[in-house]
Each structure stands twice: as C-alpha cells, then as structure tokens.
C-alpha cells in the first residue's frame, strides 16, 4: 500500500537508506559534540565523520544474525571505518534508542515539512476558488434537505477557515516532535551530560526534551497522528460534500472528467466520484492509526518496545497518505467542474419554500404573533409542497398575507440578494484584505 500511494519526495524519507543515514548523523554529531567537550579524540571523531558509511544490504545481513538493527548499523559502519582506533568511540555513551528516536525526529521533521506545503497550498486553492464563487448562489442544506440559500463560496471558505485551524494544530504537533534524547538507558545521563544533549540536539535543529526514560515520550507520537488524522478528516468532510454535490439529482458541482476517462465497465454515461471517494477511503486509514498511536502511549517501566513496531507503519503511512491526500484534494478542488446554472435553479426548485422563514419574520414585523405566523405559513407551505404546488403564487392568494404584506414587501420576502448580503462580511471576518 505504501509504495502505490508515495510521492518520491515522501516516499525517501522513509526508506531504509534515508533511516539509516539519519542514524549516521546523530552518530556523527555526537562523536563531533563529544569529541569538543574533550570525551572522544577529536582524530576520532573525524575519521568518524570522514569514513564512517554503510549499505543497507550489509546492515540486513548482519542484522539476520544479530537480531538486533541499529548493532547490524553501528557494525556496517565500524567496517566501513576501518579503523579500531577510530571506531571504538562509534556510539560513545549512547544507547540504541539515543540515537533511533533522535534520528526518528529528523525523518519527522523532513516529512512535516511537505506536508505543511501540501496544507498551504490547498489553502491557497480553496481561497482562490471561494473568492471565485463568492457570490454564486446556491441552497443551503440541512439534514440533506433544501434549508435557506447560501453562496458556493462560502462553502469552500469555510473548508478554507477549517485548513487555516489544521494549518496551526500542526505547526504545534510539529514542533512538539522537533525534540531529541541522548539521556542513556532509563534517563539519566549515567554516561553524558545534559550539556552534551543539548549541544547535539542543536547541530541538528531540534531540543532536548526536558526529561525522558529510554524513549522520547509516546504521547508527543499521538498527538502528532491525532493531528493528521483531523487533518484528513477535513479532507474527508471536503471529498463527501462534493460527492453529494455530483449525485445526478444534485449536480452543482463535479469532478474533472477527462476525454478518455471511463466510469463504469457497463453504462458508458458513468461519471463517478472517484477521487474524492478514494480520499474518503484512505482518511479512515489515517484515523484507524491514531487509535494505535495512543495505544503506543503506554509503555512498561522505563521503556518496552511495543511501540516501536507498530510506529513502523503508522508514521510512515500516516505522513504519507496526509501527503498524498492533501495532494489529491488541491488537485480535485482547482479542476472541480462546477454548475452555477444548476444551483440556482435547485435554489428555486421548490417554488420558493425556502423563503417560509423569511416570510415568517416579515409578518411577525408587521403585526402578527409569531405563532399566528408560524401556522399560516406552515400550512401552505405543507400545501405547496403535497400538491407541488408554487409557494410564491400560492402566498400571493392569502388575504391574511397579502393584508399585512404589500406587493413589494412580497417580493423583497422572496428574494435571496436580501439573505445574502452579509456574504462580503463573512469573507472580510476570515480574509481580511485579500476580501
């Protein structure tokens, strides 16, 4: 699943290489940190540095032997060194989840910054594409059924609000996992000092965390994946509006459908949402992971290693697929085929029955009880809409209307301009300027 839906970008950050090259820059700025603070030969630390590489292969097939993945890494390396002066202060005073939960972070914090990308840019999609529609009207809905109208434009800032909240929760998920440990075995720096872990964490751009067992602390993981999992879940919400939208009774708006693109193997007339079904699939994915990660939270004592083989598919997936989603939701949102003409006459499918609350307010304003109002419009509302009837021509018969209501007054209760002209408010209340 993983290697159909990676981008090539995303996908290297993962990779074996890429792990283990991750080690072997915390390995290197250790011994460069250490060698400074006078506890490694800085000759040593050098040839560390200089020599000091590794195949993937090799790692893999000293790791059959071993058991044991980052003994096979600091063996390829040391073989690679070639030197046992040199190589004997390889992993001076680490131990193995030092430098795998420090580099861990590295791969994190590579990953967090496509995905940000991935968050702007289908900020800047929707934004453009709700200044396009700003004033287009549509129905507004609710509980699926036709309620008072609305603009397309505001629909698509309102996803464009949601992603500026996403866009914020994770820059700070982000950069609680910019943090790395090299605190030893249970914590304690029972072989370094907090004086070195700060300075390796800062030649490689992340914090030390304050305190630590073994591991970096599981919940910082899960609220990362939770984080991911909102994220697509907005997707998701984004991809399930537009596949109603494009159901044949509806069709405002549709996915781009090209000239050789086929829908069904059966009925040739098929235009199928296939995309935003796709990313409706694979956010359940995401939010399935973040059950796992807070289930990662929980570890025995001062460390076990439950987490650690579930992290090796949740975080690479998750980044991935958040990845992927943003990617295919940008795309899906700037070639969205949508139906001006559609919406407004599904606006004014009903005859006019959308208006009922504003007839109801305007005859409440001219004299009559809100109860009174209530009834009356209720009742030729059901009528019109059991006897499909035209609401607004049946309302212009009603003398207890008509006697409070001018002609006019009639016309302005049924116009939908009136009930959107705070559409310029709401832009300026989430855009600003750019309104």
């Not at 994190?108 to 910054?113: D, F, I, N």
């Not at 009174?372 to 609401?391: C, G, N, P, S, T």
């Not at 309302?395 to 209760?413: F, G, M, N, Y």
Request: net charge neutral; charged share 25%.
């Amino acid at each position: 699943m993983i290697a159909r839906y990676t981008r090539p970008e995303m996908g290297q950050i993962w990779s074996d290489d890429n792990k283990y090259r991750s080690w072997l820059t915390v390995e290197i700025a250790a011994s460069q940190a250490l060698a400074r603070a006078g506890m490694v030969p800085q000759q040593a630390a050098d040839t560390i540095r200089d020599r000091g590489s590794f195949t993937v292969a090799r790692i893999n097939e000293i790791e059959a032997e071993v058991r044991h993945d980052v003994i096979a890494f600091t063996t390829s390396v040391s073989e690679s060194i070639n030197d046992p002066d040199a190589s004997r202060w390889l992993h001076f005073g680490l131990t193995s989840t030092d430098v795998v939960d420090t580099a861990q972070a590295l791969q994190l914090k590579a990953a967090s910054s496509i995905i940000r990308a991935g968050i702007v840019t289908l900020s800047e999609t929707l934004r453009r594409r709700a200044l396009e529609f700003q004033h287009t009207p549509s129905i507004g809905r609710t509980h699926g059924v036709h309620a008072e109208p609305t603009t397309f434009g505001l629909k698509l800032l309102l996803w464009y609000a949601e992603m500026q909240r996403n866009l914020v929760r994770f820059d700070a998920a982000a950069e609680d996992l910019r943090v790395g440990k090299l605190s030893g075995a249970v914590g304690t720096f029972g072989h370094l000092k907090p004086e070195h872990e700060e300075v390796i964490c800062a030649a490689l751009g992340l914090r030390p965390v304050p305190v630590a067992t073994q591991v970096v602390q599981r919940d910082r993981h899960a609220a990362y994946i939770a984080t991911l999992a909102v994220l697509c879940s907005t997707l998701d919400k984004i991809a399930t509006e537009i596949r109603h939208l494009q159901r044949t009774e509806v069709r405002e708006a549709e996915e781009f459908f090209s000239e050789k693109q086929k829908g069904s193997s059966a009925m040739p007339h098929k235009r199928n949402p296939i995309t935003s079904e796709q990313i409706s699939g694979l956010a359940r994915v995401v939010r399935a992971n973040a059950q796992v990660a807070f289930e990662d939270v929980a570890l025995w004592h001062e460390r076990d290693i439950s987490h650690s083989s579930a992290e090796r598919v949740i975080l690479p997936d998750s980044t991935i697929l958040a990845d992927y989603l943003l990617a295919k939701t940008s795309n899906l949102i700037d070639k969205l085929l949508v139906y001006p003409a559609r919406m407004l006459r599904n606006l004014e499918s009903t005859g006019g029955l959308v208006f009922s609350g504003q007839l109801l307010l305007d005859l409440a304003a001219a004299g009559m009880s809100r109860e009174d109002a209530y009834r009356l419009v209720q009742a030729h509302a059901m009528r019109a809409w059991k006897e499909d009837l035209v609401f607004r021509d049946e309302i212009a018969k009603v003398p207890e209307i008509t006697s409070r209501l001018s002609p006019e007054q009639l016309d302005r209760a049924f116009d939908y301009r009136r009930q959107l002209r705070n559409v310029n408010a709401i832009f300026h209340r989430v855009l600003g300027q750019q309104a």
